[in-house]
């Protein structure tokens, strides 16, 4: 109908209105688009999908990610990806879920990224599979969440040796079996990235036993592998589920932990000396026991990893110059 001779009639008006209109079907479209028809299409997908939030809580997982993991949406929503059994490794072995994952890395160079991995069925064997990590952000571009998508390559024996041994044998220092420097490493990279991102606090301890060669000389170095076990047990029957304690070298030690006050570190540090200190083994009629100058440090905004491991490694230095079985943290 022509209204252009109608009095009061104004065409720039008319033309708004039929753009609010418009604007208004296709926002109800988006709307619709965005919720029922995305959960449809996510849900159905001939790949496995879930979605976790900044700290990697899963907050959806559809179909496909349950035939190929074994695991149920109600057994994974809610959880973190590092308390799952999963255990994600890459080509070359590295345990993903308690170091620095994809999802992280993700979320750093705020890109999608495309890996292989190996994880572990809910049954027990090994699946191969080809991932994709994608950000999703809001409409001010801020990532609020991370969707891994991944369908299953082949399925590897469970009997594999070279799969089943892959984390100990590249990760684990094969006389303590504790974390190595290799994986001690990519935890301080996952904790940097959780500091810098979820404001989540962290410590860095270094520990060198006191007066270890000497020990050697009059013991014998069969002693002193005895005693570097004894250790190594006494620390980590002594450390929380956060903590991670590895063997940096020689009669080195480094640990990560988190923290929720500076004064924290301390404490730390004291629990671990004492712990230390209480460990013995029987050597004839005696029993042998050592000491470890130890220093720990809380992180800081402008902290790299080589800084806090220097950082911590100098206050230990310290504390063998004040006498060694000292303890040396940044109050001091």
Not at 33 to 38: D, P
Not at 144 to 163: G, K, P, Q, W, Y
Not at 268 to 295: C, W
């Amino acid at each position: 109908m022509d209204r252009t001779g109608i009095s009061g009639y104004d065409k720039k008006e008319e033309y708004a209105e039929i753009n609010l209109c418009e604007r208004d079907c296709e926002k109800g479209w988006q709307d619709m688009i965005n919720a029922e028809i995305f959960r449809q299409l996510a849900e159905h997908l001939p790949y496995g999908l879930y979605i976790v939030s900044p700290d990697r809580t899963i907050l959806f997982w559809n179909d496909e990610a349950e035939r190929i993991t074994g695991y149920t949406r109600e057994e994974m929503i809610g959880r973190k990806c590092p308390t799952t059994n999963l255990h994600h490794l890459d080509e070359k072995g590295t345990p993903l879920c308690q170091t620095y994952c994809p999802l992280l890395q993700c979320m750093d160079e705020e890109k999608a990224i495309a890996k292989k991995l190996i994880f572990t069925h809910k049954n027990g064997f090994r699946v191969i599979i080809s991932a994709h990590f994608i950000p999703l952000t809001d409409n001010q571009g801020r990532i609020t969440m991370v969707a891994e998508m991944f369908e299953e390559l082949s399925i590897m024996d469970r009997d594999t040796s070279l799969v089943q041994n892959l984390y100990s044998l590249a990760y684990h220092d094969s006389l303590t079996h504790l974390p190595n420097r290799v994986l001690l490493e990519a935890t301080l990279r996952m904790r940097f990235s959780e500091f810098h991102r979820l404001h989540e606090s962290f410590a860095v301890l270094f520990a060198d036993i006191d007066h270890f060669h000497e020990f050697n000389e009059r013991y014998g170095h069969l002693a002193g592998d005895s005693m570097l076990k004894v250790i190594a047990e006494s620390m980590k029957q002594s450390s929380r589920k956060t903590d991670t304690i590895g063997r940096w070298g020689g009669e080195e030690f480094l640990g990560i932990f988190l923290i929720k006050d500076k004064k924290d570190t301390m404490v730390i540090a004291n629990r671990l000396q004492k712990t230390v200190n209480q460990a013995f083994i029987p050597y004839d009629s005696e029993k042998l026991h050592i000491t470890m100058s130890i220093g720990i440090t809380a992180v800081q905004e402008e902290d790299t990893m080589p800084s806090i491991i220097s950082r911590a490694d100098h206050y230990m230095y310290r504390a063998k110059n004040m006498g060694r079985n000292t303890i040396i943290t940044d109050e001091q």
